[in-house]
């Protein structure tokens, strides 16, 4: 069973950096693609980041030039640095696991096979 354990969530001021980090477990980590997501109240959740099995990254516009995401397959440990922050980047933080679909290789990140963990609240100030 797949377990994924966000940590590093805080408050900071506008400005600020952040660095969160996913622990993950029950799963080959190499072989899965993996990602962050956001959720703010009253909103959808939101793709933030991800970084897929072959190494191919990719960001949300919103957060180009700003966030970096990285994997350690050493550490079976997915990670987010967060700089210059916004209180739009207010939200809480989702690291997600998904694995590449047979013969198109492709992450969806969409239904029941994606594993998300509990998640880490980001609170910036003005």
């Known amino acids: 069973q797949v377990q994924l354990v966000e940590s590093g969530g805080d408050s900071v001021q506008s400005g600020g950096s952040l660095r969160l980090s996913c622990a993950a477990s029950?799963?080959?980590?190499?072989?899965?693609?993996m990602a962050w997501f956001r959720q703010s109240p009253g909103k959808e959740r939101e793709a933030v980041a991800r970084?897929?099995?072959?190494?191919?990254?990719r960001y949300a516009d919103f957060v180009k030039g700003r966030f970096s995401i990285s994997r350690d397959a050493a550490k079976n440990t997915l990670n987010l640095q967060m700089n210059s922050l916004r209180p739009h980047d207010t939200a809480t933080y989702y690291c997600?696991?998904?694995?590449?679909?047979?013969?198109?290789?492709?992450?969806?990140?969409?239904?029941?096979?994606?594993?998300w963990g509990q998640g880490t609240q980001v609170t910036v100030s003005s």
């Open positions: 997600a696991a998904d694995r590449p679909r047979p013969y198109s290789g492709i992450c969806y990140f969409r239904g029941v096979d994606v594993s």
């Open positions: 029950g799963l080959t980590f190499d072989s899965y693609c």
């Open positions: 970084i897929d099995d072959d190494g191919a990254i």
